[in-house]
């Protein structure tokens, strides 16, 4: 079991940057890997970027490709997003999800989600 918080969301100006934080507690979090995800109203939950449970191994989707970073501290049970170079289109509710089990950009193999954080873009 893995519970999660996400912070860090807000309001910010095209252009700026976020960074983003999800607090994970419950024992197999270290062994787990890790997503971060988003939701715009009216459409489909959409992958963002994903790490192994080494930190090791990390995975974006192309439109995130060199603007964001995805971490992790297994040590302070923390996981984090960078994000550099924001765009209107960037604005969504952003998730944080754990999947035990394997490595993936399908969210529909994570079990654990967290409640989500609001990111606001403004041309």
């Known amino acids: 079991q893995v519970q999660l918080v996400e912070s860090g969301g807000g309001s910010v100006q095209a252009g700026g940057s976020l960074s983003l934080s999800c607090a994970a507690s419950g024992r197999t979090f270290s062994r787990s890997a890790m997503g971060w995800f988003r939701q715009a109203p009216g459409k489909e939950r959409e992958f963002v970027a994903c790490?192994?449970?080494?930190?090791?191994?990390?995975y974006y989707a192309d439109s995130m490709k060199g603007r964001f970073t995805i971490s992790r501290d297994n040590a302070k049970n923390m996981m984090y997003l960078q994000m550099n170079s924001l765009k209107p289109e960037d604005t969504a509710v952003y998730f944080c999800?754990?999947?035990?089990?394997?490595?993936?950009?399908?969210?529909?193999?994570?079990?654990?989600w967290g409640q989500g954080t609001q990111v606001t873009v403004s041309s």
């Open positions: 790490i192994d449970w080494s930190g090791v191994r990390t």
């Open positions: 999800a754990a999947d035990p089990s394997g490595y993936s950009r399908d969210y529909r193999t994570y079990p654990y």
